[in-house]
């Protein structure tokens, strides 16, 4: 949880580079493709972005408008039939220029971002992992000495003559009986 809650704020400035990494291609995107892929163009017919017309249209997955050119590029961010998208805007613009875009935004993506994402939250776990690490030897170091302490808190009575009794895994320090004791008591 702790390591979560150490993330939250690098997850965020993450997300708002991401967005805005994706914002400009999508821009460039609306800029090159907007208008190009539409239900019946002729140039997109015949293809795997064409037989996909059914239920699960790619046709709304496009760079018509900004929030589509958004979609379209996280669906290429997941890698989700990135070839079926690529291709049909290859097709749609008639040039084989627009897969320099495409390969452009997997770089800049997939390779680039979400390798930092990955690096943000590798270096949490190890920061965390360090930390805890850390405690553990500290606690280790203390109980030790505590117990140092008390062993030699038990010798030393010992070697005055009281006697030592453990308690329920405490040690009990009792005084040496006296002339005028007439009982031993805890000290």
């Known amino acids: 949880l702790q390591t979560v809650g150490s993330l939250l704020p690098l997850l965020f400035r993450f997300l708002r580079m991401l967005f805005f990494a994706a914002l400009i291609f999508a ?53 989700n039939n990135w070839f079926v998208l690529q291709d ?33 939250v590798l270096e949490a776990f190890d920061t965390e992992w360090k930390r805890m690490q850390e405690d553990e030897e500290s606690i280790r170091q203390r109980t030790s000495s505590v117990i140092e302490g008390t062993a030699l808190h038990a010798v030393d ?15 009990v320090l009792l005084r040496k009986q006296t002339s005028d004791d007439s009982h031993f008591s805890e000290n």
């Open 88 to 120: 049909a805007h290859v097709a749609a613009s008639g040039t084989q220029w627009a897969r320099l875009f495409f390969v452009a935004w997997w770089v800049t993506g997939v390779c680039v971002l979400l390798n930092v994402l990955v690096s943000f």
């Open 157 to 171: 009575a010992i070697s005055q003559g009281a006697a030592v009794s453990a308690e329920g895994g405490r040690v």
């Open 27 to 79: 821009v460039i995107g609306v800029a090159s493709f907007g208008g190009l892929v539409y239900e019946k163009n002729p140039a997109l017919a015949g293809g795997a972005y064409d037989a996909a017309n059914g239920a699960y249209s790619y046709l709304p997955v496009n760079f018509n408008d900004i929030s589509g050119g958004l979609v379209v590029l996280l669906a290429l961010l997941v890698q």
